[in-house]
T-cell receptor
């Protein structure tokens, strides 16, 4: 089934550990996004990409890095996790044109202890 | 800077009441505007959109009009149902550059 797949779905880290979240889409979309969702804060844009090999900073990029080496994959990295990065992370990809639509992954629940 | 601001929730209404959720934005240029809905335990779904000034988006009885003069995109529904209980997000897309940002969300609770 076409869509956006995020892995892992859950993860617990200790402060200072690193990890990478993977987002994969098979819809040939150019635009991909990483958001974090926190209570009362809504969805905040971390980084985004407008095509293979490109990345750009969003509203809250500090402490995160991203890569888009292949069009279908958008990776979000935490080099040294902090408790403030405890959140639910959502990846999204966007189709363009008259039938523009945003497709979300199912989310990753990350806890940093 | 560029931002999206929604009215604070939670909003509690009785069934069949009229709903308004305010959304205002600041942006340069001519962004596209969206409303997304998140039902309990689920991801975000597109509810409606408008791509230029004076456009009206509508879906499932919900409506929103892109008002450039007041930089607003308020969500309305004439008669809410219990099944409309969810969190509603206003969003703005910069058509040049592709940046897509969301408001903080407004929780709606509809009581029978």
């Amino acid at each position: 089934n076409a869509g956006v797949t995020q892995t892992p779905k859950f993860r617990v880290l200790k402060t200072g550990q690193s990890m990478t979240l993977l987002c994969a889409q098979d819809m040939n979309h150019e635009y991909m996004y990483w958001y974090r969702q926190d209570p009362g804060m809504g969805l905040r844009l971390i980084h985004y990409s407008v095509g293979e090999g490109t990345t750009a900073k969003g509203e809250v990029p500090d402490g995160y890095n991203v890569s888009r080496l292949k069009k279908q994959n958008f990776l979000l990295g935490l080099e040294s996790a902090a408790p403030s990065q405890t959140s639910v992370y959502f990846c999204a990809s966007r189709s363009q044109g008259s039938n523009e639509k945003l497709f979300f992954g199912s989310g990753t629940q990350l806890s940093v202890l | 800077g560029n931002s999206v601001t929604q009215m604070e929730g939670p909003v509690t209404l009785s069934e069949e009441a009229f709903l308004t959720i305010n959304c205002t934005y600041t942006a340069t240029g001519y962004p596209s505007l969206f409303w997304y809905v998140q039902y309990p335990g689920e991801g975000l779904q597109l509810l409606l959109k408008a791509t230029k000034a004076d456009d009206k988006g509508s879906n499932k009885g919900f409506e929103a009009t892109y008002r450039k003069e007041t930089t607003s995109f308020h969500l309305e529904k004439g008669s809410v149902q219990v099944s409309d209980s969810a969190v509603y997000f206003c969003a703005l897309l910069y058509n040049q550059g592709g940046k897509l940002i969301f408001g903080q969300g407004t929780e709606l609770s509809v009581k029978p």
